[in-house]
Structures are given as structure tokens and as C-alpha cells.
């Protein structure tokens, strides 16, 4: 530990340093996601580019977080581009619970159908000459 402190302090300032192996799993390339393990910012990303399917009319889910904030919420931040903390700011909440309700309708909403990846378009398939 030592080593590694003295060597700190040798580095410009600026330097960033490099670990040579990841804490964190990697996922291979050529493994496809599911929708359920994006992340909200990346499906906000994915809505937005016409990659995953919206429903029109949001549902609301009863039975879960805050039925009377959720499909405001959700519009605003799928639809709008707001973020949590300015969504938050808006109703009087904290930015983890705007999270919280967020994800608990992007769970819901998946199971039920209401959001699906759309799958890439196909390349054209091209002519062939007649036979003669």
C-alpha cells in the first residue's frame, strides 16, 4: 500500500490511472440485452430513437407507486426528457422516489406488453437477374 502511495504521488496531476483489470462483469459483444436490463436513461434513449415501443395512452398501475404521479412522471421523462431531479422539483418529491416510480412502471409496463424492442429492419433483398 505504501508502494502504491509513493508511486501516487510521483504521477503529474492530471494523469489518470489505468486499472489493469475491470471490477466490473463484462458482457460479451456479441450477447444481445433485454429490454428489462437497460437502464431508464438508456431506454429514454431507446424511446426517443424510435428503437422500443411507447404506448400512446401511459397506463397506470393501481396497485404501485403513486398512481396519481406516475404516468406525469413517465411522460415527462420518456417523452420530455426531463430529468428525475427536475421531475422531483416539480411534485414536491425526492429524486431516488421519482427513480423508484419510474422503475417500478418500467417493470410493470414491460411485463404487461406495453414497451417491446423493436427489431432492426432486415437489409433489402436484392434482385436477380431473370434466368434466360
Known amino acids: 500500500m505504501a508502494d502504491r502511495a509513493a508511486s501516487l504521488r510521483t504521477l503529474p496531476k492530471n494523469t489518470r490511472l489505468i486499472r489493469k483489470h475491470s471490477t466490473h462483469r463484462r458482457r460479451r459483444a456479441d450477447s444481445p440485452r433485454k429490454i428489462e436490463e437497460f ?25 404501485h407507486d403513486r398512481p396519481d404521479i406516475q404516468r406525469k412522471a413517465v411522460q415527462l421523462y420518456f417523452l420530455f426528457g426531463w430529468s428525475c431531479r427536475r421531475i422531483a ?31 432492426p429492419a432486415l437489409p433489402p433483398i436484392k434482385a436477380t437477374p431473370p434466368l434466360q
Open 39 to 63: 437502464s431508464l436513461s438508456e431506454l429514454r434513449h431507446k424511446v426517443r430513437e424510435n428503437r422500443v415501443s411507447f404506448p400512446s395512452q401511459v397506463p397506470i398501475f393501481e396497485k
Open 89 to 119: 422539483e416539480r411534485h414536491g418529491l425526492l429524486r431516488q422516489r421519482v427513480q423508484q416510480i419510474l422503475s417500478t412502471w418500467k417493470r410493470r409496463a414491460i411485463q404487461m406488453g406495453y414497451v417491446q424492442e423493436i427489431p
